[in-house]
């Protein structure tokens, strides 16, 4: 300012001020257009209701109920323009290209105001083509494809812009939808439900995957199955590789059991256990299946998992335990099977001092199928179910899989058995019965017992509640029992043998001889000798 108080404005003064004015008369004539619309409405309101309009002209006050009209001024971006910028404009502006400024990840070239990384110059009509075509203008710069041999479809199909936006997005890698997840659920659509893979839950798709390539199927980033899921469950990786015995499917893929993502069934299955199992072991699903007995730790819980480790273990079968221990996790206690009968503890048998050699050596299937049966007490095969049996060597199907069948079948033997009074064979006395034979369970407790040949202490008696007792006395040659089904009884292995021994040395020592004593007489020798050795 001069000493005649005048004003000196500068040339681009004087434009900031024209085009402030100019800014300030547009948003002016906005307003004045908006209000003449409102007043617009009130008259038109007004000639419908003449009644209120006279009463306002005559000054009488109304109470009247006023409507509040929210109006939200938009800013339409400026047209495009159909002639070259000028050689320094910038593509960004309040009203070209505005969103590239905002987000919250811009692309290196953008944030550069460098378009011309990606774009030629403009051709005359303000259109900018891109320098190379397609996903050769991304790989120019970002080599992330053609390297490995399996590529993500996506690229393939419609290149990086499916998933990427080449100029600036609010998501991490300038994705075109918020986050991961739902960028990968656009194509890859997986119903949710009830139990999910932890990665899937979370959203982490390509904590699995790799987004844009990869050695792998299924474009897994680490390696294919089992390591990849290693990666994380390190605990079975370490239990296989310790382990004797290990699942053929977890050593090959998990996801022949599994679901990666997410599925209606524990552990991520693809069934139910038992189903997920049974899928694959056929014979044991026509077991279960034609099952007359049931065994409920095949049913109840866990199912099959109740006893097999479906990963590995230091035990056949993948059990997860020696089969006895195993099955003492249930059969600590009395049980009530499924007719009603009681199944005794178990645990208590094992300290017997005799054991039955399947329960010795811990091998309980042995007698017994564990994923069912069509037999009594789930046993393998036929076995008298009742203290008194008529004689069917069927029915001894069970016991004569390990033990001679001629036990029952030979009324004489000198060998078959040390139940024999001389040479009669009391177990055939006892069994081979058209009526009430005798069965093993009358005489023996089949698991254990505290007396030698498993010979029970009291056993229940037929169609009652009475413990029987069985007062049997082991011998040097024989033994005796006074049982409640019969009068004290004994026998002797050695004592017809003697007795004819006996016999013939009466004869030799008289002279009453011939060749054929002198042979009977060497024999039962022989005889006497050996079966008072094994006596001992």
Same mark, same amino acid.
């Given at each position: 300012?001069?000493?005649?108080?005048?004003?000196?404005?500068?040339?681009?003064?004087?434009?900031?001020?024209?085009?402030?004015?100019?800014l300030?008369l547009?948003?002016?004539?906005?307003?004045?257009?908006?209000?003449?619309?409102?007043?617009?409405?009130?008259?038109?309101?007004?000639?419908?209701?003449?009644?209120?309009?006279?009463?306002?002209?005559?000054?009488?006050?109304?109470?009247?109920?006023?409507?509040?009209?929210?109006?939200?001024?938009?800013?339409?971006?400026?047209?495009?323009?159909?002639?070259?910028?000028?050689?320094?404009?910038?593509?960004?502006?309040?009203?070209?290209?505005?969103?590239?400024?905002?987000?919250?990840?811009?692309?290196?070239? *953008?944030?550069?105001?460098?378009?011309?990384?990606?774009?030629?110059?403009?051709?005359?009509?303000?259109?900018?083509?891109?320098?190379?075509?397609?996903?050769?203008?991304?790989?120019?710069?970002?080599?992330?494809?053609?390297?490995?041999?399996?590529?993500?479809?996506?690229?393939?199909?419609?290149?990086c *812009?499916?998933?990427?936006?080449?100029?600036?997005?609010?998501?991490?890698?300038?994705?075109?939808?918020?986050?991961?997840?739902?960028?990968?659920q656009?194509?890859?659509?997986?119903?949710?439900?009830k139990?999910?893979?932890?990665p899937?839950?979370?959203?982490?798709?390509?904590l699995?995957?790799?987004?844009?390539?990869?050695?792998?199927?299924?474009l897994?980033r680490?390696?294919?199955?089992?390591?990849?899921c290693?990666?994380?469950?390190?605990?079975?990786?370490?239990?296989?590789?310790?382990?004797?015995?290990?699942?053929?499917?977890?050593?090959?893929?998990?996801?022949?059991?599994?679901?990666?993502?997410?599925?209606?069934?524990?552990f991520?299955?693809?069934?139910?256990?038992?189903?997920?199992?049974?899928?694959?072991?056929?014979?044991?699903?026509?077991?279960?299946?034609?099952?007359?007995?049931?065994?409920?730790?095949?049913?109840?819980?866990?199912?099959?998992?109740?006893?097999?480790?479906?990963?590995?273990?230091?035990?056949?079968?993948? @059990?997860?335990?020696?089969?006895?221990?195993?099955? @003492?996790?249930?059969?600590?206690?009395?049980?009530?099977?499924?007719?009603?009968?009681?199944?005794?503890?178990?645990?208590?048998?094992?300290?017997?001092?005799?054991?039955?050699?399947?329960?010795?050596?811990?091998?309980?299937?042995?007698?017994?199928?564990?994923?069912?049966?069509?037999?009594?007490?789930?046993?393998?095969?036929?076995?008298?179910?009742?203290?008194?049996?008529?004689?069917?060597?069927?029915?001894?199907?069970?016991?004569?899989?390990?033990?001679?069948?001629?036990?029952?079948?030979?009324?004489?033997t000198?060998?078959?058995?040390?139940?024999?009074d001389?040479?009669?064979?009391?177990?055939?006395?006892?069994?081979?019965r058209?009526?009430?034979?005798?069965?093993?369970?009358?005489?023996?407790?089949?698991?254990?017992?505290?007396?030698?040949?498993?010979?029970?202490?009291?056993?229940?008696?037929?169609?009652?509640?009475?413990?029987?007792?069985?007062?049997?006395?082991?011998m040097?040659?024989?033994?005796?029992?006074?049982?409640?089904?019969?009068?004290?009884?004994?026998?002797?292995?050695?004592?017809?043998?003697?007795?004819?021994?006996?016999?013939?040395?009466?004869?030799?020592?008289h002279?009453?001889?011939?060749?054929?004593?002198l042979?009977?007489?060497?024999?039962?020798?022989?005889?006497?000798?050996?079966?008072?050795?094994?006596?001992?």
């Amino acid at each position: 300012m001069n000493a005649a108080g005048r004003q000196y404005v500068t040339p681009e003064s004087s434009i900031a001020s024209q085009r402030s004015a100019g800014l300030s008369l547009l948003i002016l004539s906005m307003i004045l257009l908006l209000v003449s619309c409102d007043r617009s409405s009130e008259s038109v309101e007004s000639d419908k209701d003449g009644a209120v309009a006279a009463s306002i002209q005559e000054g009488n006050k109304l109470l009247t109920k006023k409507k509040f009209i929210s109006k939200v001024l938009v800013v339409l971006p400026d047209p495009k323009p159909t002639s070259q910028l000028e050689a320094d404009a910038s593509c960004m502006t309040s009203k070209c290209h505005a969103s590239f400024a905002t987000a919250t990840r811009i692309h290196g070239p *953008v944030a550069m105001n460098n378009c011309l990384s990606c774009h030629e110059g403009d051709q005359g009509d303000h259109s900018y083509p891109l320098k190379r075509l397609g996903d050769a203008t991304c790989t120019f710069c970002h080599t992330v494809t053609g390297t490995a041999e399996h590529q993500h479809q996506a690229i393939a199909n419609n290149g990086c *812009v499916t998933c990427h936006n080449p100029h600036a997005s609010n998501s991490k890698f300038l994705l075109v939808a918020e986050n991961v997840e739902q960028l990968c659920q656009r194509c890859h659509n997986i119903p949710w439900q009830k139990h999910a893979h932890q990665p899937f839950a979370s959203g982490q798709c390509s904590l699995c995957h790799q987004p844009h390539e990869s050695n792998f199927k299924s474009l897994l980033r680490g390696n294919d199955e089992p390591e990849q899921c290693f990666g994380c469950h390190a605990d079975k990786k370490a239990a296989m590789a310790s382990s004797m015995k290990v699942h053929k499917p977890a050593a090959e893929k998990c996801s022949t059991c599994h679901n990666p993502h997410t599925s209606a069934y524990p552990f991520e299955l693809h069934a139910t256990i038992n189903d997920t199992c049974l899928s694959c072991h056929k014979d044991i699903a026509q077991t279960v299946e034609t099952a007359i007995v049931s065994h409920d730790a095949i049913l109840l819980k866990e199912g099959c998992a109740n006893c097999h480790d479906p990963h590995a273990s230091q035990d056949e079968l993948l @059990l997860k335990a020696r089969a006895d221990k195993l099955c @003492l996790n249930c059969h600590d206690k009395p049980l009530t099977g499924h007719d009603g009968h009681t199944i005794p503890d178990m645990r208590s048998t094992l300290h017997k001092t005799f054991l039955h050699g399947p329960v010795r050596s811990g091998d309980c299937t042995s007698c017994h199928n564990v994923h069912g049966s069509t037999h009594e007490r789930l046993l393998v095969k036929t076995f008298p179910k009742t203290f008194y049996a008529g004689f069917d060597l069927k029915d001894y199907a069970l016991c004569f899989t390990c033990h001679n069948k001629d036990l029952v079948l030979e009324p004489k033997t000198h060998n078959l058995t040390g139940f024999r009074d001389g040479e009669n064979n009391l177990h055939f006395v006892h069994v081979n019965r058209d009526k009430k034979g005798r069965t093993c369970k009358t005489c023996h407790d089949i698991h254990g017992s505290d007396l030698p040949n498993h010979m029970a202490t009291t056993v229940p008696f037929e169609g009652s509640a009475w413990a029987m007792p069985m007062r049997f006395v082991k011998m040097t040659d024989g033994g005796s029992c006074s049982p409640g089904c019969h009068e004290p009884k004994t026998y002797d292995r050695l004592a017809a043998v003697a007795m004819y021994y006996q016999y013939l040395n009466h004869l030799f020592r008289h002279r009453e001889v011939n060749h054929d004593s002198l042979i009977y007489y060497a024999v039962f020798r022989y005889c006497f000798v050996l079966q008072f050795c094994c006596s001992l």
